[in-house]
């Protein structure tokens, strides 16, 4: 059974930075691809940015590009998201994701992953 936590949300200030992680457990963590997605209040989950299994690719959202790096480590079986430069507007419950198919690439379209943590708030105030 896969399983997927996330930790490091919380408060900030504008401008200021947080680092999230997810932390997977139930199969090869480094045979898949991983994302992260968000959800602001009222709204869709969108992509924020994804990696590939081997770390070797990586893709952004527009929004994020720039300001957010997306890591993993898969000897800890850990990816991150490094997240610089907030804004108001990145307020979200931040969720990561692991790819449905193994060896899939790094996909901004969130019927492509499978398995899904239970969010982390992040909150940046202005």
């Known amino acids: 059974q896969v399983q997927l936590v996330e930790s490091g949300g919380g408060l900030v200030q504008a401008g200021g930075s947080l680092r999230l992680s997810c932390a997977a457990s139930?199969?090869?963590?480094?045979?898949?691809?991983m994302g992260w997605f968000r959800q602001a209040p009222g709204k869709e989950r969108v992509f924020v940015a994804a990696?590939?299994?081997?770390?070797?690719?990586?893709y952004y959202a527009d929004s994020v590009k720039g300001r957010f790096t997306i890591s993993r480590d898969n000897a800890k079986n850990t990816v991150y998201l490094q997240m610089n430069s907030l804004k108001p507007e990145d307020t979200a419950v931040y969720y990561c994701a692991q790819r449905r198919n193994a060896l899939g690439y790094p996909s901004s379209d969130q019927y492509a992953y499978a398995y899904w943590g239970q969010g982390t708030q992040v909150t940046v105030s202005s």
């Open positions: 990696i590939s299994w081997s770390g070797g690719n990586t």
């Open positions: 139930g199969r090869t963590f480094s045979s898949y691809a």
